[in-house]
């Protein structure tokens, strides 16, 4: 009872610890309240803001802010505002998928590989160093043509691409905490390999994983755009990227029609900044050499 409370006390304080750290960094707050803000967007907004992505001509084509439609309408007469709150949650749910994908491929190869070395260790970069050889956009583009447009294959595609920094990161860490005394003495005691990377490893490199996965969230989220934008994104399903497709396609820049392509461009911007500064804030606290510079 007496550990068990030892044990609560301390995740306490260093959840104290880091809660005030990160208060601190204004970069991190300022990505976080930005993150908030759009996730109150995506799943609060529709049900305060009605929005039928089906709804066809229901405004005139390209027509500017009205009451009706605060941000106008856009080339099929669909209210903007409507699409941008329902691509908001779509923008997000693709990159929070594709991120947990890829950050679990590549947590599994890197600890194994880091931890057992040898010939094992060997392949597993070998293989890495073989995806990240290869053009990942073009790849990317192959794959989603290959697989076909739609959410799931986004997800999927996004997923498989974007594992490498991720293994190569916890390879790295796992190298560095496989030298410390509590796991060459958890090697000692005799215990397995599967329980020392669960029980030793994988809680030690938690924090940076935590921290690139951020930073992954924001790449797949601008990488998604850019499907959508080229056109091998999911055309029933509204999205920033369709929107700004749709305003390309359309002209709406020559008619100057700001409605079409500046709120979901601003939108891009500020979701992917907001996770960078995130990223970049949880990297500098959970890394001491970079907190003191």
Same mark, same amino acid.
């Given at each position: 009872?007496?550990?068990?409370?030892?044990?609560?006390?301390?995740?306490?304080?260093?959840?104290?610890?880091?809660?005030?750290?990160?208060?601190?960094?204004?970069?991190?707050?300022? &990505?976080?309240?930005?993150?908030?803000?759009?996730?109150?967007?995506?799943?609060?907004?529709?049900?305060?803001?009605?929005?039928?992505?089906?709804?066809?001509?229901?405004?005139?084509?390209?027509?500017?802010?009205?009451?009706?439609?605060?941000?106008?309408?856009?080339?099929?007469?669909?209210?903007?505002?409507?699409?941008?709150?329902?691509?908001?949650?779509?923008?997000?749910?693709?990159?929070?998928?594709?991120?947990?994908?890829?950050?679990?491929?590549?947590?599994?190869?890197?600890?194994?590989?880091?931890?057992?070395?040898?010939?094992?260790?060997?392949?597993?970069?070998?293989?890495?160093?073989?995806?990240?050889?290869?053009?990942?956009?073009?790849?990317?583009?192959?794959?989603?043509?290959?697989?076909?447009?739609?959410?799931?294959?986004?997800?999927?595609?996004?997923?498989?691409?974007? $594992?490498?920094?991720?293994?190569?990161?916890?390879?790295?860490?796992?190298? %560095?905490?496989?030298?410390?005394?509590?796991?060459?003495?958890?090697?000692?005691?005799?215990?397995?390999?599967?329980?020392?990377?669960?029980?030793?490893?994988?809680?030690?490199?938690?924090?940076?994983?935590?921290?690139?996965?951020?930073?992954?969230?924001?790449?797949?989220?601008?990488?998604?755009?850019?499907?959508?934008?080229?056109?091998?994104?999911?055309?029933?399903?509204?999205? $920033?990227?369709?929107?700004?497709?749709?305003?390309?396609?359309?002209?709406?820049?020559?008619?100057?029609? $700001?409605?079409?392509?500046?709120?979901?461009?601003?939108?891009?911007?500020?979701?992917?900044? &907001?996770?960078?500064?995130?990223?970049? %804030?949880?990297?500098?606290?959970?890394?001491?050499?970079?907190?003191?510079?």
């Amino acid at each position: 009872m007496i550990e068990h409370t030892n044990k609560s006390d301390i995740k306490n304080t260093k959840f104290k610890k880091f809660a005030a750290v990160f208060y601190d960094n204004k970069t991190g707050m300022v &990505g976080l309240y930005i993150i908030i803000f759009f996730l109150l967007i995506a799943f609060i907004g529709p049900l305060i803001y009605k929005y039928d992505p089906q709804s066809f001509g229901s405004g005139g084509l390209i027509a500017p802010p009205t009451k009706g439609f605060p941000l106008g309408t856009d080339d099929m007469g669909r209210d903007i505002l409507g699409a941008l709150i329902y691509g908001a949650k779509v923008s997000l749910l693709i990159g929070i998928f594709a991120t947990l994908i890829s950050v679990f491929i590549g947590t599994v190869i890197g600890t194994i590989s880091g931890f057992t070395g040898g010939k094992l260790d060997i392949i597993l970069m070998r293989l890495t160093d073989s995806f990240m050889v290869l053009p990942r956009l073009p790849l990317i583009l192959i794959l989603a043509a290959l697989l076909g447009p739609s959410t799931k294959n986004i997800i999927i595609v996004l997923g498989l691409t974007s $594992w490498t920094g991720t293994a190569r990161l916890v390879r790295s860490q796992t190298l %560095s905490v496989k030298e410390r005394q509590f796991v060459e003495r958890a090697i000692s005691a005799g215990a397995g390999k599967a329980y020392i990377m669960f029980r030793h490893i994988l809680p030690n490199v938690f924090p940076i994983i935590f921290s690139n996965t951020v930073l992954v969230a924001a790449s797949a989220i601008l990488t998604e755009t850019t499907l959508s934008f080229i056109g091998l994104g999911d055309p029933m399903t509204p999205s $920033w990227g369709q929107i700004l497709r749709g305003a390309f396609v359309s002209g709406a820049i020559s008619l100057n029609a $700001w409605w079409f392509f500046v709120p979901a461009g601003l939108s891009v911007i500020f979701l992917v900044l &907001g996770f960078t500064f995130l990223g970049y %804030s949880l990297d500098e606290i959970f890394n001491p050499k970079l907190r003191s510079r």
